[in-house]
């Protein structure tokens, strides 16, 4: 998708919205469609009075704590690893992990460890066939947009692209995880007053 200089704002922004709405569109098979799945994990593991951790490098990770805030406002106890004040990680709870590539070494790393203490993991990644992370994982969530691992073609001269490196992934994450929140405050009966009666006043 190349951009061109003449194009205003209007243009620009609705090439990136229908680009990244496409993505939904895409099979999954024979991984579940990734929206249900995240939500049927999520509402598992707050029925179980489970924690929520969350782990992503760069602007996954930005993604990643978006979600992290959005599920405290919703209600379930959750941390994104590596802040000062996570708990451990124990049976009955849930890392959510994204290496859109396939695999980062501390996204390995750090699922291994949930793993080994007992902690189920759900693996965000466009690479389900060959990235390293999966094997760390209790059920993937395949998200079939362009990562870093894809973003150009050997021998193929492209114009330059409106959504480069990562960026589909990286929007297609903050427009999934808006879906997941609207569909689990419906799922776990919380109020639109409930939800943002939880935002911080320390601001």
Do not use: W
Not at 111 to 140: F, I
Not at 162 to 171: D, I
């Amino acid at each position: 998708m190349a951009s061109h200089p003449e194009e205003g704002a209007s243009s620009l922004a609705s090439q990136i919205c229908n680009h990244i709405a496409s993505i939904f569109s895409k099979p999954t098979k024979p991984y579940p469609p990734t929206l249900d799945l995240l939500v049927t994990e999520l509402t598992a593991t707050a029925a179980g009075n489970g924690t929520v951790f969350l782990y992503g490098v760069g602007r996954e990770g930005l993604m990643l704590k978006a979600l992290c805030m959005r599920l405290a406002h919703v209600g379930l106890s959750t941390h994104f690893v590596l802040d000062m004040t996570t708990p451990p990680i124990t049976a009955g709870d849930l890392l959510i992990a994204s290496a859109g590539p396939g695999g980062f070494s501390t996204v390995d790393a750090i699922c291994s460890v949930a793993r080994s203490y007992g902690g189920r993991v759900l693996l965000l990644t466009a690479q389900p066939e060959t990235g390293s992370c999966v094997k760390h994982a209790n059920v993937v969530a395949y998200v079939a947009a362009q990562t870093m691992a894809d973003d150009k073609d050997e021998g193929e001269v492209k114009s330059r692209p409106l959504l480069p490196m990562g960026s589909v992934y990286e929007g297609t994450l903050f427009v999934l995880f808006e879906m997941v929140v609207y569909k689990l405050g419906e799922s776990l009966g919380e109020t639109p007053e409930a939800i943002r009666s939880r935002h911080t006043n320390l601001e």
